[in-house]
C-alpha cells in the first residue's frame, strides 16, 4: 500500500471513527428520551437544538479524536494482537464518555443524564469494536490475496532469526513478505540453509540492497555483544534512508523473562521481567486482599478471642507468636501467628534438627515434641495462620502467593533459581497448599510456587482460595 492510500485510508477511518460517536450520541438520545423519559419521537424532534450545544458536540468530536490518537487507534497494528486493541478502544471509548459527563456537568446538558452515558458508553464502545473487527477481517483478507504487504529484510541467520521469520511465515494474515536474510558465512551457516531459507545479500553489500530494492522494514536479529559495530552501522545505515528497524527484544537468549519497552523522557529502554510487577491486575488484586481479609476478621474474630483465651488458659507465654519472615524480594517482615509451641521452641531447634523429616533448607516434624496441645488442634485445622491476615491488611503479604520463610530457611537456599519465588508478594495459601503441603518434598514444593508465578491470574487466586477451604476441612499435609 503506497503512502497516499494509506493516508487516504487512515483519513476514512478517523472520519467513520467520528460518525460513529455522534452517531452513539444521537442513538442514546433518543433511546432514553423515548423509553425513559417517555417523550414521542415527534415531540422530540420538534425538540429545538441551542447552537451552544452544537459547538459543545463538536468540542467534544475533536477531543475524542485527540483520546483516540493518544491511545494509538491510528497507529500500525499490524503487530498488535486482536485483544490489545480493542482493549484500547474500550479505554478510549471509556475516556471519551468520561469527558463527556465532566462537559455535561460544566455547561448543565440537560439530555446527558446518568443512563445516557450509560447509554452512550455502551453503544459506542460496541459500534467500535464490532467496526475494529470487520476493518481486521478486511485487512486479512486483502493481505491473504497478496496486496498490502511489506517486504522484510531480516539481518542475521542465527537460531532466533530463524525461530522470527518462522512465526512470521506461520502468520500470513500480517501482512509480510521475507525477502531473505543478510549475513557473512559463519560455522552455523550449513544449519541456516537446512531451515529452506536463502540468503538476500552479504552484510557488505547491504547499502547496494537497499538501492536497488523495495524494503519496507529490517530486523536485526544479530548478536548484539559481537556485532554491536556492525548492528549500530545498520541502523544508522535504515535511519538514513528512512526504513523502518526493529530489534529483536531478548538480546540475552533469556528462557523464561518477558519484555516491555517503557519510555522515560524521551528515553526508551527494554524491561525484563518474569512476574508480573505492575498493572491493573495488580491493583485489583491488592483491593481484593485487603477487602477480604478485612471481612474474614470481622467473621473470624469470635474464634481468634477464643483461641486466645485457650491458648493463655493452657500454656505461659504470648498469644501470638511473631518471626521475622522473607518477603517481596527479600524484604523481611515480622509475621503473625497464633503460639502453637512453647516459648523455648526456638532455643531446641538445633537439638531437633536430626528429626527433619522434609528434605531441603525447611524443617519440619510431623510430631513435633515442642507443639503444645491447643497447637497441635490450631496446626491440623490452620486456625494458627489466622492473625497473618492482619499481615495482608498490612501489605506484607496477599492472601494468595508463596508462603514466606523464615530467615533461617532461606539462608539455607543452596540453588539460585529457587529465590525467583520471591519476586512476587508472599502469601497465605498457594498452589503448594492445595497439593498436599508438608507431603511434597521441597524441590517439588519450589517448581509449584514457580509454576504459580509464571501462570498467574486473578482467576488463578481465585481457584486456589476455592481448594483451600476443603484442603483446610480435610486437613491435607498439615504439621
Known sequence: MTNLRRKILLDAVKLFDMAIMVLAFGLATVLVWNVIYTVSLPDFLSMRVKVGNLFIVLGLIGLWHALFSCFGLYASRRLSSRRAELTDVVKATSCGTVFLSIAALLFHIRMASYPFVIVFWGLSTVMLVCSRLLLRTLLTRTRLRGRNLRHMLIIGTNERAVQFADKIQASPELGYRIMGFADREWSGFNQFRDHGYSLACNLDDLPGFFRKNVVDEVVIALPLRSFHDDASRFAALCEEQGIIFRVLSNIFNLKLARSRVEELEGDAWITHYTAVTEGWQLLVKRILDFSLALVALIFVSPVMLLVALLIKLTSPGPVLFTQ??????????????????????????????????????????????????????????????????????????????????????????????????????TGITCLWQVNGRNDIPFDMWMELDMQYIDQWSLLLDLKILARTIPTILRGTGAA
Do not use: C, W
Open 324 to 425: 521475622k519472615r522473607i518477603g517481596h524480594n527479600k524484604r523481611r517482615f515480622v509475621i503473625y501467628k497464633f503460639r502453637t509451641m512453647g516459648v523455648d521452641a526456638e532455643s531446641k531447634m538445633q537439638d531437633l534438627a536430626h528429626l527433619n523429616e522434609v528434605t531441603g533448607p525447611v524443617f519440619k516434624i510431623k510430631n513435633d515434641p515442642r507443639i503444645t496441645r491447643v497447637g497441635k488442634f490450631l496446626r491440623k485445622t490452620s486456625i494458627d495462620e489466622l492473625p497473618q491476615l492482619f499481615n495482608v491488611l498490612k501489605g506484607d503479604m496477599s492472601l494468595v502467593g508463596p508462603r514466606p520463610l523464615p530467615v533461617r530457611d532461606y539462608e539455607g537456599f543452596s540453588v539460585d533459581r529457587h529465590r525467583r519465588r520471591f519476586s512476587v508478594r
